[in-house]
């Protein structure tokens, strides 16, 4: 795929960003750790062939290089879109590594790179009262390094139970960019969502269905649509009830809007990938206890 050149009067059609092999909208988030031994790689992207899954998250430590370059490979051979997220905490710059590990992920086939993650939560503002502008005096300078390295820069995403409302935020940082005149850093770019169910039905848009408000406010700020990937999302709590919403989600990709390119459920596993951390442990697929979650076989072995 050609690397994106920014232009600011050149907006990139829906149809001209990156998709996976037979594209069906099912994505998954990866570990929630940096890195994984090559044991747990070669198992796991094979569950993910397993779990008809195309588009996977990853997490990279800030502009580290090399330590993501085994994963990468697989998933791109094995015909997985990987989505990098270049996790700092806090809403900091980027340091001076940025544009060496987005060109070197870009070479080895990542095209989406998130910046910064759920800056609306006071614990992910690292100290700041979370302010969009302040977002954006930050995230605007990263994205010119990531779309003059030729990834396509994500805005967001936004925690949909944020201190600061998610949909305040987006349209406040949307009107900041435009006011600094910095809109044309989304002529190649995307916005992520954290499409969690919030308890809610599948067809509602204070869960799942989240991304219909987003993309409203997009078109009212910029006048188009541009692609909302699902970064984040699933539901929580009893094993039935769970099943039918994920599967409820899953299956409605189908016929899912031209700009909701995947759907991302958190989290495949933690301690089975050597966290230390047992916080997200319940909401894992495959736990380290040996436990699988019964959407693996219910609903991911089966495919769309």
């Known amino acids: 795929t050609p690397w994106p050149t920014i232009e600011q009067d050149k907006v990139w059609s829906l149809d001209r960003y990156p998709r996976p092999w037979s594209d069906n909208g099912w994505g998954m988030h990866w570990f929630a750790t940096y890195e994984q031994d090559i044991d747990t790689i070669n198992r796991f992207v094979l569950e ?37 997220r270049l996790y700092i905490h806090g809403v900091v710059p980027y340091d001076g590594n940025l544009a060496a590990a987005v060109y070197h992920y870009r070479t080895l086939g990542v095209h989406y790179f998130q910046l910064y993650n759920e800056p609306n939560l006071y614990a992910e503002a690292a100290g700041r ?23 396509l820069p994500g805005f967001g995403a936004l925690s949909p139970g944020g201190e600061y409302h998610d949909l305040a ?15 044309y850093l989304l002529n190649q770019g995307w916005l992520s ?10 067809d509602s ?17 910029l006048g188009r649509s ?9 539901h929580y709590g009893d094993v039935s009830e769970q099943f039918n919403h994920v599967s409820g989600e899953y299956r409605y990709l189908k016929q899912r809007e031209e700009y909701f390119f995947c759907h991302t459920y958190w989290l495949i596993g933690n301690q089975v990938g050597g966290s230390w951390d047992s916080t997200f442990e319940y909401q894992t697929l495959f736990r380290g206890d040996g436990y ?13």
């Open 48 to 84: 993910l062939q397993n779990m008809h899954i195309r588009w996977l998250v990853l997490l990279n430590d800030g502009t580290d290089v090399g330590r993501n370059d085994y994963l990468v490979r697989r998933l791109v051979a094995a015909g997985i879109m990987p989505v990098m």
């Open 129 to 151: 009262d979370p302010n969009p502008d302040w977002y954006v005096s930050n995230w605007a300078p990263a994205a010119q390094v990531v779309v003059a390295n030729g990834g």
């Open 169 to 183: 935020y987006l349209r406040g940082a949307l009107q900041s960019l435009k006011r600094r005149r910095q809109e």
């Open 193 to 202: 969502v954290h499409n969690y169910a919030q308890y809610q039905p599948v």
């Open 205 to 221: 848009t204070e869960g799942f269905m989240r991304f219909r408000l987003y993309n409203q406010i997009v078109v009212e700020e």
């Open 226 to 234: 541009i692609p909302i990937l699902g970064t984040e999302g699933g």
């Open 292 to 304: 699988v979650n019964p959407l693996v076989t219910g609903l991911f072995y089966r495919g769309p």
